[in-house]
T-cell receptor, first 112, second 115 residues
Framework: NAGVTQTPKFQVLKTGQSMTLQCAQDMNHEYMSWYRQDPGMGLRLIHYSVGAGITDQGEVPNGYNVSRSTTEDFPLRLLSAAPSQTSVYFC???????????FGNGTRLTVT | AQTVTQSQPEMSVQEAETVTLSCTYDTSESNYYLFWYKQPPSRQMILVIRQEAYKQQNATENRFSVNFQKAAKSFSLKISDSQLGDTAMYFCAFRSGGSNYKLTFGKGTLLTVNP
């Protein structure tokens, strides 16, 4: 029972580099989302998806791109990394609106 | 847009004692869902308890209970018989009851349980 799997766990990037954070869930959840966590800021929503082929912006979408080609996968792309994107990133999914979110274990990203 | 406020950035409690973490939220909706999540040093996000706004009864999960005051838009978490393993960051979160799946989090309260 894998749940929500995020890779990698840690990543260091140089300013301007691009990369993709991977997220996969095996619970057949329609809703998936990406959050970033910064000290003193809580968790802020970056992008979310309510099903394959459907994505929308959250609170802090700038500099990030997502796609949802399958129910299972929801990758987050950093187009041109900036030091302001240094953060811990969480992927989360849920079955329905009144179901709690299931979180991945997070990715700590450092941009130098 | 909904907002969630946790007014206590840090709290501490002695082992075996009771502590209450505060959370208030702002919404014009009548149907919504509220959650408390725990984040220990391992960074994992763990659901502690949830409350559906249309239910009058306060949710309880073992040593964890909530005081849900809908009119006051307050959703506090009470931890009884605190244990060292309760040391963690606690986040309050709000989700609309409409078609919007988005979960809005407060900034968190760091709880330290002292031996």
């Amino acid at each position: 029972n894998a749940g929500v799997t995020q890779t990698p766990k840690f990543q260091v990037l140089k300013t301007g580099q691009s990369m993709t954070l991977q997220c996969a869930q095996d619970m057949n959840h329609e809703y998936m989302s990406w959050y970033r966590q910064d000290p003193g800021m809580g968790l802020r929503l970056i992008h979310y998806s309510v099903g394959a082929g459907i994505t929308d912006q959250g609170e802090v979408p700038n500099g990030y791109n997502v796609s949802r080609s399958t129910t299972e996968d929801f990758p987050l792309r950093l187009l041109s990394a900036a030091p302001s994107q240094t953060s811990v990133y969480f992927c989360a999914s849920s079955y329905s609106k009144n179901s709690p979110l299931h979180f991945g274990n997070g990715t700590r990203l450092t941009v130098t | 847009a909904q907002t969630v406020t946790q007014s206590q950035p840090e709290m501490s409690v002695q082992e075996a004692e009771t502590v209450t973490l505060s959370c208030t939220y702002d919404t014009s909706e009548s149907n919504y869902y509220l959650f408390w999540y725990k984040q220990p040093p391992s960074r994992q996000m763990i659901l502690v308890i949830r409350q559906e706004a249309y239910k009058q009864q306060n949710a309880t999960e073992n040593r964890f209970s909530v005081n849900f005051q809908k009119a006051a838009k307050s959703f506090s978490l009470k931890i009884s018989d605190s244990q060292l393993g309760d040391t963690a960051m606690y986040f309050c979160a709000f989700r609309s009851g409409g078609s919007n799946y988005k979960l809005t989090f407060g900034k968190g309260t760091l709880l330290t349980v002292n031996p």
